[in-house]
């Protein structure tokens, strides 16, 4: 089992940028494959970054064109997201989830986070 806590979201202006963290529960945390995932009003959840358990391999989506990075932490059983040039586009909850095989896609998360709030103002 492994419990996973977002946080870093809030309110920005267009252009601005925002660092979110996911903390992980559990000593299994290196055995995951780690994600943020997103969804807006309306639409469908979104892959937004994956990274593989060592870190060495990671993805994004084709909206964030060199705009986010993600990374992991292992000594601190943590994956994080910096998020910059943000695009009131980019306003949606955003999620982190953890898979234990790679690649790493949407229907494949074991565990998801509560979510955290982001919003681009214009």
């Known amino acids: 089992q492994v419990q996973l806590v977002e946080s870093g979201g809030g309110l920005v202006q267009a252009g601005g940028s925002l660092s979110l963290s996911c903390a992980a529960s559990g000593r299994t945390f290196r055995l995951y494959a780690m994600g943020w995932f997103r969804q807006a009003p309306g639409k469908e959840r979104e892959v937004v970054a994956t990274?593989?358990?060592?870190?060495?391999?990671?993805g994004y989506g084709k909206f964030v064109k060199g705009r986010f990075t993600i990374s992991r932490d292992k000594a601190k059983n943590s994956v994080y997201l910096q998020m910059n040039s943000l695009k009131p586009e980019d306003t949606a909850i955003y999620y982190c989830?953890?898979?234990?095989?790679?690649?790493?896609?949407?229907?494949?998360?074991?565990?998801w986070g509560q979510g955290t709030q982001v919003t681009v103002s214009s």
């Open positions: 989830a953890a898979n234990p095989t790679w690649p790493f896609t949407l229907s494949s998360a074991d565990y």
């Open positions: 990274i593989s358990r060592t870190g060495d391999n990671s």
